[in-house]
């Protein structure tokens, strides 16, 4: 089974090249990325061998990736519920009270 692995603290200027040598995949770096390894025990070597590695004055930081958020019925949950929080709109003068 396949498995995702979060690669971070990346320095910018690796490319998809140098991944490609580190973990044999296949751009520019935003100092992140996701690498899909074949099988769960490739994932598991890739993590105890190259967490921590020095790559270019960086060490990386090689981890499972955790499973994309899901989120349900276009609703936002906690404590940003949309809206703007009871700021409502207008305001000022009226035509009461003059």
């Given at each position: 089974?396949?498995?995702?692995?979060?690669?971070?603290?990346?320095?910018?200027?690796?490319?998809?090249?140098?991944?490609?040598?580190?973990?044999?995949?296949?751009?520019?770096?935003?100092?992140?990325?996701?690498?899909?390894?074949?099988?769960?025990?490739?994932?598991?070597?890739?993590?105890?061998?190259?967490?921590?590695?020095?790559?270019?004055?960086?060490?990386?930081?090689?981890?499972?990736?955790?499973?994309?958020?899901?989120?349900?019925?276009?609703?936002?949950?906690g404590?940003?519920?949309?809206?703007?929080?009871?700021?409502?709109?207008?305001?000022?003068?009226?035509r009461?009270?003059?």
């Amino acid at each position: 089974m396949a498995k995702n692995l979060f690669v971070g603290s990346l320095p910018y200027t690796t490319t998809e090249d140098v991944l490609s040598q580190l973990f044999s995949y296949t751009g520019q770096s935003r100092g992140f990325a996701f690498v899909e390894m074949a099988t769960d025990e490739d994932a598991a070597k890739a993590i105890a061998g190259l967490n921590g590695y020095n790559l270019d004055g960086r060490n990386l930081v090689v981890k499972e990736a955790l499973p994309k958020p899901t989120y349900g019925s276009g609703r936002s949950s906690g404590p940003r519920q949309g809206g703007r929080g009871g700021y409502g709109g207008g305001g000022g003068g009226g035509r009461y009270g003059r």
